[in-house]
T-cell receptor, first 111, second 114 residues
Framework: GNSVTQMEGPVTLSEEAFLTINCTYT??????LFWYVQYPGEGLQLLLK?????DKGSNKGFEATYRKETTSFHLEKGSVQVSDSAVYFC??????????FGAGTRLFVKA | DVKVTQSSRYLVKRTGEKVFLECVQD?????MFWYRQDPGLGLRLIYF???????EKGDIPEGYSVSREKKERFSLILESASTNQTSMYLC?????????????FGQGTRLTVV
């Protein structure tokens, strides 16, 4: 079946450090891939997305590239800020009605 | 902007009570969802609905029911609340089917059952 696996957290970084959060997926067909972010006390909001192989999604300095050959969609940011502290969810959509979410990775950024 | 509104941010209920969680979206989306979020478990789908009066079980429907009488409103019902239903509940909506359909989330309801 379809599934998403992302690295366990928490991830703790100092401000201005480089961030990578790994995400791999299993899916039939050609899914769309998403990263959602959840700030403390809030619901999830879409961070970026990619709908086909080799697409790069980007937003707020975050990037992720849809790699079909490695079934991956790793999230990266060159220089994190304290305000990036949140939980990050990788997700896929294969059509139909459901989005499948990973378990989430909590990021702490220290000043 | 799409808006998904959950009626309460925090709720405290007693064991055995019947609990209603309400969710309203203002973008005429066909699909609506209820998830619960627990530490270490991520989001788990309870129920979803793809049309008025239509509902489908998700991964963990036991102890819950739902109602969708109007397109914009999707209610989650805990028939007899138990302490293991203490959790964060998230409502979401999405526009039909399609290759790049994203989900829009409410702010969440943190339910405590005592």
């Amino acid at each position: 079946g379809n599934s998403v696996t992302q690295m366990e957290g928490p991830v703790t970084l100092s401000e201005e450090a480089f961030l990578t959060i790994n995400c791999t997926y299993t899916a039939t067909g050609y899914p769309s891939l998403f990263w959602y972010v959840q700030y403390p006390g809030e619901g999830l909001q879409l961070l970026l997305k990619a709908t086909k192989a080799d697409d790069k999604g980007s937003n707020k300095g975050f990037e992720a590239t849809y790699r079909k050959e490695t079934t991956s969609f790793h999230l990266e940011k060159g220089s994190v800020q304290v305000s990036d502290s949140a939980v990050y969810f990788c997700a896929l959509f294969t059509g139909g009605f459901k989005t499948i979410f990973g378990a989430g990775t909590r990021l702490f950024v220290k000043a | 902007d799409v808006k998904v509104t959950q009626s309460s941010r925090y709720l405290v209920k007693r064991t055995g009570e019947k609990v209603f969680l309400e969710c309203v979206q203002d973008m005429d989306h066909e699909n609506m969802f209820w998830y619960r979020q627990d530490p270490g478990l991520g989001l788990r789908l309870i129920y979803f609905s793809y049309d008025v009066k239509m509902k489908e079980k998700g991964d963990i429907p036991e102890g819950y029911s739902v109602s969708r009488e109007k397109k914009e409103r999707f209610s989650l019902i805990l028939e007899s609340a138990s302490t293991n239903q203490t959790s964060m509940y998230l409502c979401a909506s999405s526009p039909g089917t399609g290759g790049n359909t994203e989900a829009f989330f409410g702010q969440g309801t943190r339910l405590t059952v005592v």
